[in-house]
């Protein structure tokens, strides 16, 4: 009788499992970790205008521009410091770029805040005469330097003076006064041009007659007074 066969044991399924192990870790998603590079910071540069004085600014930076200013193309420096911008013109005309002239001639001790020179003209009466107004001590100073040739006639100063219609050609024409009304009665009606000298000695033109009035004696000029009176050419009361 044959002896029976002996069975060979069986392994274990230890290369299996590793194999399912395996397949598992290779499934997308499972076990697995996703790492990247953090992303990338753009380094400071300088604007391509120039920036604001106190706009906001990042990093450690010195920007140079220029612009033109009216006399040629002059350097600017723009400084990144405490995250604002610090901006430094340091604008030099040489010359100085020429301030614009008042349209109007100004009037004598009105205020200006540049030294210049302006050139004016006006008519009193014997064709247009130059005037020059200076701005000196913040203040306009008038140098009309007029003279009529042939003069204007004299037997009547008021004709002269009261067709000047503005403050600025009274304060330059020679032998006039600029005046306004004064506290008190009567005062003058309106501010206007009149003869420098009170209305003695000639007979006032346009069947106007010389009368007393109370003008401001401190206008323009550094005193409180409010009231003075003069004597001056009016029209006719009604």
């Not at 192990?21 to 753009?42: D, H, I, K, Q, W």
């Not at 030294?115 to 014997?126: A, L, P, S």
């Not at 064709?127 to 003069?151: E, F, R």
């Amino acid at each position: 009788m044959p002896l029976p066969r002996k069975q060979k044991p069986r392994r274990k399924p230890f290369v299996v499992t590793f194999a399912q192990a395996a397949t598992v870790a290779l499934l997308p998603g499972c076990f697995s970790t996703v790492t990247s590079n953090p992303p990338a910071t753009e380094e400071p540069s300088c604007p391509p205008e120039k920036p604001n004085q106190g706009e906001a600014c990042s990093g450690d930076l010195t920007c140079n521009y220029e612009f033109d200013v009216g006399c040629g193309p002059q350097p600017l420096t723009a400084t990144c410091k405490d995250d604002a911008w610090v901006v430094d013109a340091g604008i030099s005309c040489n010359p100085p770029v020429p301030q614009p002239c008042p349209a109007e001639m100004p009037t004598q001790g009105e205020p200006c805040s540049d030294q210049i020179t302006c050139n004016y003209e006006f008519d009193i009466g014997c064709g247009p005469q130059p005037a020059l107004a200076t701005c000196k001590d913040a203040a306009w100073v008038i140098d009309a330097g007029i003279s009529c040739n042939p003069p204007v006639p004299p037997d009547n100063p008021s004709d002269t003076c009261q067709a000047l219609a503005t403050e600025a050609e009274c304060d330059a024409a020679e032998n006039c006064r600029w005046l306004v009304p004064g506290c008190g009665m009567p005062a003058l009606p309106q501010a206007g041009c009149f003869a420098e000298l009170d209305c003695v000695g000639f007979t006032c033109a346009d069947g106007g007659t010389c009368q007393e009035a109370i003008i401001n004696p401190c206008h323009n000029q550094p005193c409180d007074a409010c009231g003075m009176t003069v004597k001056v050419c009016l029209p006719e009361g009604p």
